[in-house]
């Protein structure tokens, strides 16, 4: 089984892993310099460091290597510690490299207007795979995009019938209309992205739930929906409402809790419900993805 052909196909899933390299021998040790193990995310390990108690603490360093997503320098010395004496060893020092091995992020982006345009832009730049879904060959083809992973320019329903959206996958809705998002969220909500946000004004985002609670889908089920979509920085333009949609995308990679929960608790179906009365002028982020 090949290391590296493993590695890949750990990404492609949209897995996480950490991988173990020996950069360093003094002396006798039970494998060689530059010796490499793989520990995917379930634990399972391809290749090998040498076994025994200095594999084991790997791993455990491999696996906190990969929730951190921080590399770190392990050292043993074999010849001080009597828990390494396996029976196997001669003796000596190594030094046992951990670094992360992080899945591809994408980032599908349903629509293909300014709003959309300038997302692609945005999340290209700051290193996610983008792919753009829109039912118009007109708005999405590549010269719109020409770095798109994937361009998908047919029905909504035909393309999200083929998109198998993992832990690492990020849903942007900015269509041009209210139906055509609903269709997208309706299919969102039942995926396990790891992020699902929606454009709208909050009274928009409230008749959506709506509708949808009326097809059986609970109140429980829109909690990590990010609707209105973006950290709220008062943007107007499609570029500055891109910036914001980025961000936040960023945060929810990141784990930033400390930003995302009150905007969670904010965006809550009761917390729109409380305050769609006020909201006749709508924000920022209630333009179209037109």
């Not at 890949?8 to 899933?13: D, K």
């Not at 309706?186 to 409230?206: F, N, P, Q």
């Not at 499609?238 to 809790?257: L, Q, T, Y």
Request: net charge negative; charged share 25%.
């Amino acid at each position: 089984m090949d290391l590296y052909e493993q590695l890949v196909e750990l990404r492609r899933q949209g897995r996480r892993g950490a991988l173990a390299t020996i950069i360093n021998v003094r002396g006798s040790i039970p494998s060689f310099n530059t010796a490499k193990m793989l520990v995917r995310d379930d634990g399972s390990i391809v290749g090998t460091i040498g076994g025994g108690c200095v594999e084991a603490e790997v791993w455990q360093a491999a696996r906190e290597v990969m929730e951190q997503e921080k590399p770190r320098t392990l050292t043993f010395n074999l010849n001080q510690n009597p828990r390494y004496d396996t029976g196997l060893v001669c003796g000596g020092t190594l030094e046992v490299y951990v670094e992360p091995v992080m899945p591809i992020s994408h980032v599908y982006v349903f629509g293909a207007g300014h709003v959309a345009a300038s997302v692609y832009k945005m999340a290209r730049l700051a290193g996610f795979d983008v792919s753009v879904v829109d039912d118009r060959e007109a708005y999405a083809n590549r010269e719109r995009f020409p770095d798109a992973r994937e361009i998908i320019a047919e029905d909504f329903e035909q393309a999200m019938a083929r998109i198998t959206p993992n832990e690492s996958t990020y849903l942007v809705i900015v269509t041009r209309g209210h139906r055509d998002d609903m269709r997208v969220l309706r299919w969102a909500i039942g995926t396990s992205a790891h992020y699902i946000g929606m454009i709208g004004s909050k009274r928009k985002v409230l008749s959506i739930y709506k509708e949808l609670e009326k097809e059986g889908f609970t109140p429980e089920q829109f909690q990590r929906v990010m609707a209105p979509i973006g950290l709220e920085i008062g943007a107007v333009t499609p570029e500055e409402i891109a910036i914001s949609i980025v961000a936040e995308i960023i945060a929810a990679k990141r784990n930033a809790e400390g930003t995302l929960a009150h905007k969670r608790y904010s965006r809550s179906r009761a917390a729109l419900e409380e305050t769609s009365q006020a909201d006749h002028k709508g924000s920022a982020s209630s333009s179209t993805g037109e």
